[in-house]
């Protein structure tokens, strides 16, 4: 799962649009009492899955990309609540459903008009 969002220019490093850039909670940790994401935005679900890897041999006859790795990370947040707030009856057992209810408070506490991407075969 994901979520959808345009990330304006003025909010990113590369001062470029990003109509319907792809957001993604990542690095999820919890403690006794605390539970840690990142937020993390990147120009398409395609670039996300390709972060990090390395770039294939350039098709141009000259010159050569500014790194040998894809870095398609835009935008970050670090969220840091207490359980209790996201999860008042406790934390779920199934790994989907923990996602499921991070999105959605992500969702409420931002603010933000976010859409739901889901991978083949999830449901909201």
């Known amino acids: 799962m994901g979520l959808s969002l345009t990330l304006s220019k003025n909010n990113n490093c590369l ?3 990003f109509p319907d850039a ?3 909670v990542r690095d999820v940790m919890y403690s006794t009492t605390y539970v840690t994401f990142n937020l993390i935005c990147y120009p398409s679900r395609e670039a996300r899955y390709q972060d990090n890897h390395d770039m294939a041999v350039p098709s141009l006859p000259v010159g050569g990309p500014s790194l040998a790795v894809y ?3 835009l935008y970050r947040w670090r969220g840091q609540f207490a359980i209790a707030d996201i999860f008042p009856k406790g934390i779920p057992i199934n790994p989907d459903e923990q996602m499921r209810t991070l999105y959605s408070f992500v969702k ?3 603010g933000l008009a976010f859409n739901d991407v889901l991978e083949q075969g999830q449901e909201v």
Do not use: L
């Open 15 to 17: 001062f470029t649009d």
């Open 22 to 24: 792809y957001w993604v």
């Open 71 to 73: 870095k398609s990370e």
């Open 108 to 110: 409420s506490y931002t």
